[in-house]
Structure formats: C-alpha cells, structure tokens
C-alpha cells in the first residue's frame, strides 16, 4: 500500500511544491493503485530488451557552431554577462 | 474557392493554374479568424502566411522550381519547433519561448513549398486525450461544439476538420495523433518508430513518441509522409526509408491479405455503437477479400499501465529542465531560498503535468522500480513478442481507434483513472515501434468513429494501402459547420 505520504515525499525530490499541489495527490494515488494491475501480468520472467546503438552509428562529436548567438535572446543578458536570480541557501 | 478539398486536389489544382496559393491561403486565415474564436484549434497564427503565399505564385510565374507541397497551407501541433515562432506546448511555462530553429520535420516542409498557417492547441505537454489540458482552454469539437475533439493533437485535428488548412502534423505517444482524428473524422497516421525525425518535437517520452500527418484523405496521409519521412542525422533512432514512395501502388487491392481482429480491444468496455461499426468495417474488409480472423494480444489488458509508466518516468525527467534558468517562464530577479525559487518556477504546470512528473518520480525510485517501471519494461517486451509473433501469420490487426463515442466538455476531467482507459487501442503500437493508422468509417448520431489497422515495422507502405482500401468503402456527412 503505497501512503500520501510517500508520494509528498518523491513530489519534493521532482520539485513540485505539495502545498500548493495538496488537491493532486489523491489522484496520483489513485492513478498508482490503478498501476497494480501489473501484478498480474506475470511477466516476472520476462527479459528486457534495450535497443542499442553502436558508437560508429552516433552523430560525430565535433562542435557543430550555431548560426546565430542564442545568448542574446535571453532575457537578461547584459552584454558581457547574464543576470540570474539571487540565491540563498 | 472552395477549401474543403484534399492536399492532393490543392496540388493539382495549382499546377493546372485553377488555384493560386495567394487566395487559398488568404480564404484559409480568413476562415480561422472567423471561426476559431470558437473552435480553438490555434495558439497562434502565422500573420505572413499570405505573404509567403504570393511568394510561391511568383515562384509559379517565373518558372522556378516549386516545391511538392506549392504553398498548402498547413498546422503544426505546437510542441514541433518553427524557427522564430513561438512554441507553448499548451503550456504557461513556455508563454513566451521563442524557437531559435526548425524542427526537422518543418525544414522538409519548408523546403517543399509548405506555408506554416499556424500552431495548434494540445493537452499541455502532450498530456491527455482530449485537449482539456492545454493551459490556453480546450479545442471544440467540429462535429458538436459540446464535445471534446480527442487529443493531445486536438487541435491539429480540428483544424483539418473544420477546414481550417489542408493538413497538419501532430505527435503521437499513446494515440494522440489516432485518438482526435478519429473523434473528428479525419485520417490519422502513426508511423513506424523511427520513420519521421524527432529533431525539433519537444521531448515528452522520446522513447516511444512519433509525428504523424492529420490529413482529409489517406492518400494525403501517404503524401506527407513522402515529405517528412528520411533519416535525420539529428536524430539516431532514424530509420532510412529509402526513398519509398507511399503513394505509389497506394490503390493496390488487399484481397488474400490476412486480418487479425483484436479480442482485447473489440469486446468489454466497447460503446456497442462502435462495436457495431467495427463489425462494419470488418464486413467490408472481407468484401474486399481479406480473411478476417480473431486473435488475441493478452498483455493488452496491461498496456495501458505499463504505456503510462513508463511515459510518466521519461516525462519527470524531460520535464526536469523546466527550471525557469534554462527554460521557463519569467519572474523577477529577487533573491530567493533555492528550493523555493525551484518550487516556484515549476508552479506553472498545469494538473496533468504535475501529476505525471510526481508519477515519474514515484514509479521509477529505488523502493518502487521493480514494482511499477521494471514490470512495465517487461509488460512491453511481452507485449512486442505476442505482437510480432501474430504479424508472422497476419498482414494486419484491426481494432476501433477508440473504444467510446467522443463526449462532452467536462465528462471525464476529473477522474485520471476513466480517462486512462480511452488510450486502449492505441497505446500497443506506441510500445511496440510498429505503424497504425485511423481511417475516419462511421458517424453515430453525428458523431465520428475511426477503425484502426496497424502493421508490422516498416510495413507503412501495406498499411496505407489498407487504410485506402478501407477508406474507399465508406462514404460519410459532411461536417455541419
């Protein structure tokens, strides 16, 4: 039985604010029990396959230079610098 | 002029010199801006369509080399980058994101001539299946403005129905290309995995999601794919199509051609009328000589499960950089506590998204894995067996694209759980790489539903030929708008 708790829990870790998303947690609850319908899908012995890429198949790692400078569009970017909010811990 | 024809009349008809690109485009923003207040099918409108237009009939004029497309006016879901435009995602939390480039997809079009009339409404993010998600409100169903118009892609799907360009290209990670063409009665095309690039598509679950055309006929289905598909070197899960033409032959017959009918998704939980047309659609099948039979995919009944768990967990950590530092929507540059600034910069997505990013926390996390995402890994390598194993003996397997009616605004918003179990049909062709189609076959109480055909991988060709064949049985209302 998974508790509200937990799932305020893992909220926190992806940076989602609970108190301000208290109304959701019910329906992740709800969606999580839905989940254990796997259970039953006695796959237990099943292996898993992953797709793989050979290195050779991968695009070149070589800098690919950008048509125009991206830096610029920012917000607050200041010409020699970008400005990004104060942080305290 | 009338804007109610295929891509493929569009094309031919401006290479007679019986339409100019200039008029149709201009009729066509002209109809978004007189009926889109209410559809919603647009976030936002290219206002040098008309433009680019009268470029092409000069193009036209002088003899230069025009592009296959020859100024069709086309949509594109808004979470596939258009250089210098914006791209929401449906989403407060990208209001103001300018692309600074072209999605692949956008760039073949480009190039081929297509004209860019606007961006499309979604469930934010591509989360959902009826366009309810989209921060901006939903799209309206052209069929009964009371109704939803299905998604995520809904108002790639609505645009087309409701004539408000000649095609569209949404994307499609558990039906969302398949699900609003089917609630709108228009033909929509998932394609192989791999098929079309995913360069410039913003990343929800990479693994399993695809563009795919929304178009009028198959054949318009087959011509799109002819301009977007290819291998891309931006994109490594590309697959080199050779240079196949998905219109040619595309009127071959499927007689001998062998049909499996999905138990799973053909029996409990099934509106009876769309059972009643799937049955229909089977008939004219086997009027056309394919030999229908009935098979089963027993991991169906968990598709759905596994589909959402793993798309959740792909999602919590695509949707990580949404930090309000590399991306995000903008807030003053006060000091703030890092967590809180963190919180708060993320307060901006909406229900769904949260929800699916606190999932995509929960499923995958060290006490939970082997519980929910490990067995939802296996659910699908099962599932890709039972599935291959049937395409050894079947050309085809045939299903309803949504086992319910499309309903109203408002029915099932609140209850995460019903809403999931409308995904069904759809989410098996998703998990198993593998090509499916909805072809628009049946209208009850003038409301649409779409059958679906999926194939084997790289077998897009067959398929179309199928959905054509099929298409050819039926003849339909007209949209009452």
């Known amino acids: 039985m998974i508790t509200e708790k937990e799932i305020e829990h893992v909220s926190r870790l992806m940076r989602i604010d609970v108190d301000d998303h208290k109304e959701y947690?019910?329906?992740?609850?709800?969606?999580?029990?839905?989940?254990?319908?796997?259970?039953?899908?006695?796959?237990?012995?099943?292996?898993?396959?992953?797709?793989?890429?050979?290195?050779?198949?991968?695009?070149?790692?070589?800098?690919?230079?950008?048509?125009?400078?991206?830096?610029?569009?920012?917000?607050?970017?200041?010409?020699?610098?970008?400005?990004?909010?104060?942080?305290?811990? | 002029m009338n804007l109610k024809i295929s891509a493929l009349e569009y094309v031919q008809g401006v290479k007679n010199g019986d339409i100019s690109a200039e008029d149709f485009v201009a009729q066509t923003m002209d109809r978004i801006k007189s009926i889109d207040n209410n559809l919603c099918a647009f976030l936002s409108i290219n206002a040098d369509a008309v433009i680019q237009?009268?470029?092409?009939?000069?193009?036209?004029?002088?003899?230069?080399?025009?592009?296959?497309?020859?100024?069709?006016?086309?949509?594109?879901?808004?979470?596939?980058?258009?250089?210098?435009?914006?791209?929401?995602?449906?989403?407060?939390?990208?209001?103001?994101?300018?692309?600074?480039?072209?999605a692949t997809?956008?760039?073949?079009?480009?190039?081929?001539?297509?004209?860019?009339?606007?961006?499309?409404?979604m469930d934010e993010f591509a989360m959902g299946f009826t366009t309810e998600f989209s921060a901006y409100g939903p799209s309206k169903n052209p069929w009964n403005q009371d109704y939803v118009p299905g998604g995520s892609s809904g108002g790639s799907a609505v645009s087309v129905g409701a004539f408000e360009c000649v095609a569209s290209l949404g994307s499609d990670t558990g039906g969302s290309v398949r699900n609003p063409a089917s609630f709108c009665s228009a033909v929509g095309y998932k394609p192989t995995y791999g098929l079309i690039s995913r360069y410039g598509l913003v990343s929800y679950a990479n693994s399993i999601e695809q563009i795919g055309p929304i178009c009028r006929t198959v054949k318009d289905a087959a011509f799109m794919l002819n301009m977007i598909s290819g291998v891309d070197s931006n994109d490594n899960t590309t697959i080199d199509s050779r240079g196949t033409d998905y219109l040619q032959d595309i009127e071959c017959d499927i007689e001998g051609k062998k049909i499996g009918i999905v138990?799973?998704?053909?029996?409990?939980?099934?509106?009876?009328?769309?059972?009643?047309?799937?049955?229909?659609?089977?008939?004219?099948?086997?009027?056309?000589?394919?030999?229908?039979?009935?098979?089963?995919?027993?991991?169906?009944?968990?598709?759905?499960?596994?589909?959402?768990?793993?798309?959740?967990?792909?999602?919590?950590?695509?949707?990580?950089?949404?930090?309000?530092?590399?991306?995000?929507?903008?807030?003053?540059?006060?000091?703030?506590?890092?967590?809180?600034?963190i919180a708060k910069a993320r307060r901006n997505f909406g229900p769904e998204v949260t929800r699916r990013i606190i999932i995509g926390g929960f499923v995958p996390s060290a006490?939970?894995?082997?519980?929910?995402?490990?067995?939802?890994?296996?659910?699908?390598?099962?599932?890709?067996?039972?599935?291959?194993?049937?395409?050894?003996?079947f050309d085809f397997l045939v299903s309803p694209t949504v086992p319910v009616l499309p309903f109203k605004l408002g029915e099932k918003i609140d209850d995460p759980v019903s809403l999931l179990a409308i995904d069904i049909n759809t989410v098996t062709a998703n998990l198993t790489a593998k090509p499916a189609v909805s072809v628009p076959f049946s209208n009850h109480n003038g409301l649409p539903i779409g059958i679906q055909l999926m194939a084997d991988s790289l077998q897009d060709k067959s398929l179309l030929q199928a959905a054509y064949a099929l298409e050819q049985t039926v003849s339909l209302p007209e949209v009452p708008i």
């Open chain 2, 263 to 341: 138990k799973e998704m053909t029996g409990e939980g099934t509106d009876p009328a769309v059972l009643s047309a799937t049955k229909d659609a089977i008939s004219k099948l086997e009027g056309l000589g394919a030999i229908c039979e009935e098979v089963s995919v027993g991991m169906t009944k968990y598709s759905v499960a596994a589909y959402y768990t793993i798309t959740a967990t792909e999602a919590g950590s695509n949707l990580a950089r949404y930090d309000n530092l590399r991306y995000g929507y903008d807030f003053p540059l006060e000091g703030y506590e890092y967590n809180s600034y």
């Open chain 1, 25 to 89: 947690v019910a329906k992740v609850h709800a969606v999580i029990e839905y989940f254990d319908i796997l259970d039953s899908a006695g796959v237990e012995s099943e292996e898993i396959s992953m797709p793989e890429v050979s290195i050779s198949g991968l695009r070149k790692d070589v800098h690919v230079p950008f048509d125009e400078k991206l830096i610029e569009k920012l917000n607050h970017y200041k010409g020699t610098y970008v400005r990004a909010p104060k942080m305290s811990s």
């Open chain 2, 53 to 102: 237009a009268r470029e092409i009939d000069k193009k036209i004029k002088s003899g230069k080399k025009v592009g296959d497309c020859f100024g069709m006016p086309v949509s594109i879901k808004d979470n596939i980058c258009i250089k210098d435009s914006k791209t929401t995602c449906a989403s407060k939390m990208l209001e103001n994101y300018i692309s600074p480039y072209d």
């Open chain 2, 367 to 393: 006490g939970h894995a082997g519980r929910y995402f490990l067995k939802a890994l296996k659910v699908k390598s099962k599932l890709t067996k039972e599935v291959n194993e049937l395409f050894k003996r």
């Open chain 2, 105 to 121: 997809v956008i760039k073949r079009l480009r190039q081929q001539d297509a004209i860019f009339v606007g961006k499309t409404n």
